[in-house]
């Protein structure tokens, strides 16, 4: 059974820092592609980042592009997210995602709880 | 980057009546690399459809898709209690891989 973790999430003030973990299981974790989507309490969801399985090409949404990075370790079966410069607008929860496939190009068929980041002073 | 529109925002509907989402695109989907999912309150997102029409792993037949291009719909033959809930869609052909902004399916 495909499973998904995420931990990390903290209230962190404007400017801070935190890395957000996904520890994966129940599948071959280095073939799939990954993506962290997030959710702004009552709204709808927007993806911010994914990375391929093997390669590990990585892709950033234009709202967190130079503060976040995606990033992989195959040999501990976990995706991460560091996460810096935050905003206010960073609140969210932040869910991890399994891809359908390889590529970035696939949907994510699997789908974490969530963890909770919130920016705030 | 490529918009998606979902309409209507909301739609009220009876259990065992159909149900029509739309979603359409700013700019063409390539491949027709578009999903649909399930939100329920409280849960992560459930992957329903993909590559347009696709039923993914374990989605009862009433769920389908269609469509292709900029325009693209799902459709619920007979509603069941459990079906109310978010439904968005979500193009990943081309990054940003960008989600619509959703679909509020209530109870009439």
New interface residues.
Partial sequence: EVQLLESGGDLVQPEGSVRLSCAASGFTFSIYAM?W?RQAPGK????VS?ISGIGGNT????SVKGRFTISRDNSKNRLYLQMSSLRAEDTAVY?C?KH?VLV???????????TLVTVSS | ?IVLTQSPGTLSLSPGERATLSCRASHSVSSS?L?W?Q?RPG?????LI?HASGR??GVPDRFSGGGSGTDFTLTISRLEPEDFAVY?C?Q??T????????TKLEIK
């Fill in positions: 993506s989507v709808g969801l927007e993806w994914s892709y950033y949404a234009d869910y995602a359908l970035t190009a696939s949907p994510g068929d699997h789908w974490g709880q969530g | 980057e690399h999903a999912y939100q849960q992560a997102p459930r992957l993909h993914a792993t968005f979500q990943y052909g990054s940003p891989y960008t989600f619509g902004q959703g």
